[in-house]
């Protein structure tokens, strides 16, 4: 099925641990976005990408980076988790040279920093 | 910058009762509008989206018109199931192709 995939699905890190979430998009969309998104709080843009080797911080960037050698994968690491980063993670993509149709949503990465 | 405004909730009704849920906008220029869907444990769906003034979208028996003139674009729906439990999410396109997403507002259904 065409679509978002994110990996892993559920995660557990101790503080101070590093990981990384991957998103994979098979649309060819140029557009790539990571959130956070907490009770309460609603959907809080992290970092976006508008291209292969670009990235950019959105609304919380502090302790994250982002990668996107390839078109298809955005990537999300984490290099020293906090607690402060136990949150749900959703990945999406879009495309506009055809005209705006919404973005897609992966299924979404739940970290616990313990 | 672009920013939504969504009533907060939760909102309880029983089955078949109409909902509501206010969204309003500010923006530069004309944006593109959107509801977005979570259900209980997954990612967001898009319910329905609106282009331009006047636009109506529509999907699932939920409805939503884009209205310049009070810079809102309220979902309804006249019936609502069981089944429409969720999170609902009412967004902006933006201007810089960055999105905009409300809080969100919870719906909850009774039988």
């Known amino acids: 099925n065409a679509g978002v995939t994110q990996t892993p699905k559920f995660r557990v890190l101790k503080t101070g641990q590093s990981m990384t979430l991957l998103c994979a998009q098979d649309?060819?969309?140029?557009?790539m976005y990571w959130y956070r998104q907490d009770p309460g709080m609603g959907l809080r843009l992290i970092h976006y990408?508008?291209?292969?080797?670009?990235?950019a911080k959105g609304e919380v960037p502090d302790g994250y980076n982002v990668s996107r050698l390839k078109k298809q994968n955005f990537l999300l690491g984490l290099e020293s988790a906090a607690p402060s980063q136990t949150s749900v993670y959703f990945c999406?993509?879009?495309?506009?040279?055809?005209?705006?149709?919404?973005?897609?949503f992966g299924s979404g990465t739940r970290l616990t920093v313990v | 910058g672009n920013s939504v405004t969504q009533m907060e909730g939760p909102v309880t009704l029983s089955e078949e009762a109409f909902l509501t849920i206010n969204c309003t906008y500010t923006?530069?220029?004309?944006?593109?509008l959107f509801w977005y869907v979570q259900y209980p444990g997954e990612g967001l769906q898009l319910l329905l989206k609106?282009?331009?003034?006047?636009d109506k979208g529509s999907n699932k028996g939920f409805e939503a018109t884009y209205r310049k003139e009070t810079t809102s674009f309220h979902l309804e729906k006249g019936s609502v199931q069981v089944s429409d439990s969720a999170v609902y999410f009412c967004g902006d396109m933006g201007g810089s192709y960055i999105p905009t997403f409300g809080r969100g507002t919870s719906l909850i259904v009774h039988p």
């Open positions: 999406a993509s879009t495309d506009y040279r055809q005209g705006f149709y919404g973005y897609t």
């Open positions: 923006a530069t220029g004309y944006p593109s």
């Open positions: 990408s508008v291209g292969e080797g670009t990235t």
């Open positions: 649309m060819n969309h140029e557009y």
């Open positions: 609106a282009t331009k003034a006047d």
